[in-house]
């Protein structure tokens, strides 16, 4: 079974029966399923909705809620009291300045400059604390805008990409495929599904 990694030891040692691991993010065993947190269990709820619904329900549900529907890696990613997290309180005004302007083009000096470092001090720092490169961060803060945007589906793939920041569609197809593993109108598609979780969620119990 999977718990959280803090915690393994101490319940392999209580219940030396089980096989405690505490690597994966969760773990399904048959009619039982296991996760090594609050984060991961909604992980393996994403699982779970991709076993019962497909795979087009559970990226809707994945958007909805803005996660990833799989990330890679294991809890060893997360073991250093989170790094991304930790990190975030040095840059959050960096990251808020970056999100404002992801059409404009923004240079690693520009964000040194703005975070008031040198840019061999910041390009350190940043990938200490942050875990990620300052390229890498941008990035992701483009795909996820670019997810959002392609959502709402009322802009074609070009202009997605310009209001991101990418150069062009193809830019972006790319940049999905390597990061998400799927093309942007996978995302698309998502609209009729995020519309259905909207209204139920409307709906009074």
Known sequence: MATH?????????AYPALRVD????FIRDGGVSTS???????DLSLALIEEDL?????????AYIVVFLKRAGGQSQFSEPLKAQQGAGR????????A?????PITVDDMAAHA???????????RQEMGCTPACQL???RVEAACRALAARDRSLKQVATLVGFRDAQALRRVFRRRLGVSPAAVTELAPWLERLRRTEATPA
């Open 116 to 126: 008031n470092m040198s840019l061999r001090s910041f390009a350190r720092v940043y």
């Open 36 to 42: 090594a947190g609050v984060t991961a269990g909604v």
């Open 91 to 98: 840059f959050a005004s960096l990251h808020a300045w970056m």
């Open 139 to 141: 990035e992701t803060l």
């Open 5 to 13: 990694w803090a915690r393994a030891a101490r319940l392999q040692a």
């Open 100 to 104: 404002g302007r992801l059409a404009e």
């Open 54 to 62: 497909g795979h087009a329900a559970a990226m809707a549900a994945a």
């Open 22 to 25: 505490a690597s994966p993010l």
